[in-house]
């Protein structure tokens, strides 16, 4: 019999590789998406499958759209990938940010125990939760320390997941997912604002980039990866929580260096920096340990890094040719 998911978030980068992946296992893949005026399908379009998904319209953060998404789509899983995703902003649209990434995944989890109990959870959580790192390398049993109101509200969101599973025995499960990125990355977060800035700089279309602290590190992996992990999840037996992410973490300045080096290029001849791109409270440094997830769903990072920045700088070439 056929399988039916139901995805929020469909139109960002891990809903379309996710619907991709599904679309791919025979699923009927349905999506929950909020009206725009602008063009949200860009991404469903580049891995053509936008006409093979079912669109729903309706917002994360309205009850009543949410529990008409779940009755329509009749689910055996359901993926809430719904957030305002961008730390940044999230200083800027600190209530918005809890209404949709908080209080937008309590009320997935309340339509799943009010109308699909039976339906299998996956809740987007993140390595934001960790923050203010309180180990060296960060596991499922981290203490969180959130820097951002997103970080914040993606906790409430965790740990409502980590209650319904305990409280109500929903199969519940939260990926709590490093960075990751793609050729679909929004051209807001650094690793794409950097090979997109590449590509116009060697187009000839842009001087320099102007960027914040890039002695940030982070733990990138490759977005079609962890869509991967994501699915595993809701394939065992209970739900669970697991850390995904590479086990390795590189600075933002040496990934403008492998990006600018793709094109024969300097990043110090064209990176400024600017005081504008900095945060009211930053986390220094990300560095996931994906063990659990590779002894109990078999899942591994298989994409360097300096492969991803290759597939995303020549994924921008392309575009901006
Ligand atoms: P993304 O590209 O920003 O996608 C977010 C999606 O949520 C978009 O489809 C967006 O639609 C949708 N959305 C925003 N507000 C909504 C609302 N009120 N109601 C319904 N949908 C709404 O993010 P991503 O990188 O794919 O990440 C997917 C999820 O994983 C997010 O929850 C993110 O916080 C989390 N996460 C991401 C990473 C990462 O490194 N990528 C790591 C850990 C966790 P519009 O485009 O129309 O706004
Ligand atoms: O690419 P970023 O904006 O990603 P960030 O803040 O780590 O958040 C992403 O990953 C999280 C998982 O850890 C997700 F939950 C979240 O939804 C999102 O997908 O910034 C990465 C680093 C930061 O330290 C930032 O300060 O790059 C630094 N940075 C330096 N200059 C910059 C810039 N970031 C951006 N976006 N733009 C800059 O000009």
């Not at 893949?29 to 319209?57: C, F, K, Y």
């Not at 899983?77 to 918005?96: H, K, R």
């Not at 930053?282 to 994409?303: F, I, Y």
Request: aromatic residues 8%; charged residues 20%; neutral net charge.
């Amino acid at each position: 019999m056929t399988k039916s998911a139901l995805i929020t978030g469909i139109s960002g980068q891990d809903g379309a590789y996710l619907a991709q992946l599904l679309l791919g296992k025979g699923y009927a893949v349905h999506g929950l998406m909020p009206r725009r005026s602008s063009d949200t399908l860009w991404r469903l379009r580049e891995l053509g499958i936008a006409n093979a998904v079912q669109l729903i319209d309706g917002d994360v953060a309205d009850l009543s759209a949410v529990l008409r998404a779940v009755k329509q789509s009749n689910p055996d899983e359901i993926y809430n990938l719904a957030a305002q995703s961008f730390v940044g902003t999230s200083w800027q649209q600190p209530l918005l940010t809890a209404q949709v990434t908080g209080v937008g995944a309590a009320n997935v989890l309340e339509a799943v125990r009010l109308i699909q109990p039976a339906a299998k959870f996956y809740q987007a959580s993140t390595s934001e939760q960790f923050g203010l790192i309180q180990a060296e390398r960060q596991d499922e049993k981290t203490p969180f320390y959130p820097r951002s109101p997103y970080g914040a509200a993606k906790l409430y969101a965790h740990w409502m997941t980590v209650n319904y599973r305990e409280s109500f025995g929903l199969h519940a499960s939260t990926g709590i997912l490093f960075n990751h990125e793609s050729p679909l990355r929004g051209v807001e977060f650094v690793t794409r604002k950097v090979t997109d800035a590449v590509a116009r700089i060697k187009h000839g279309q842009q001087k320099e980039l102007r960027l914040g602290n890039i002695d940030a590190k982070r733990d990138w992996g490759f977005a079609g990866d962890y869509v991967e992990a994501m699915w595993l999840m809701t394939q065992q037996p209970q739900g669970d929580d697991y850390v995904v992410a590479t086990g390795t973490t590189t600075t933002v300045r040496e990934m403008c260096r492998i990006a600018f080096a793709h094109v024969g290029l300097n990043y110090e001849d064209h990176v400024v920096i600017d005081p504008q791109f900095f945060r009211p409270a930053e986390v220094d440094v990300l560095l996931g340990n994906p063990a659990k997830a590779q002894r109990l769903l078999g899942w591994k990072a298989s994409t360097p890094l300096d492969a991803l920045i290759a597939m995303m700088v020549d994924a921008d070439m392309r575009r901006v040719a």
